[in-house]
């Protein structure tokens, strides 16, 4: 599964944990992945504020998915937000 999905953040989030929580790791890195860029707007919703949480969550499953390079890589992109 790859591709952007018609949701909040948050959403995504969740649906990212649940194919981890099922050892599927390639899966939720393609959901986030896809879906990392924050859409701008004026008035707060339940997507503000996600990208440092994408961030170390991709950084998370990289590592479970024996890419370390990646993971420290994402790791380091999430502190800096």
């Known amino acids: 599964m790859s591709g952007e999905i018609d949701c909040d953040k948050q959403a995504v989030l969740d649906v990212a944990h ?4 099922a050892g599927f790791y390639r899966e939720a890195i393609d959901l ?8 701008q707007s004026d008035l707060a919703t339940q997507s ?3 990208k440092p949480l994408f961030l170390y969550t991709l950084g998370w499953l990289y590592s479970k998915n024996g890419d370390e390079i990646n993971s420290q890589n994402f790791f ?3 502190a800096d937000e």
């Open 48 to 50: 503000t504020g996600t």
């Open 18 to 21: 649940n194919f981890a929580h």
């Open 32 to 39: 986030l992945s896809s879906n990392l860029v924050e859409k």
């Open 76 to 78: 380091a992109l999430a």
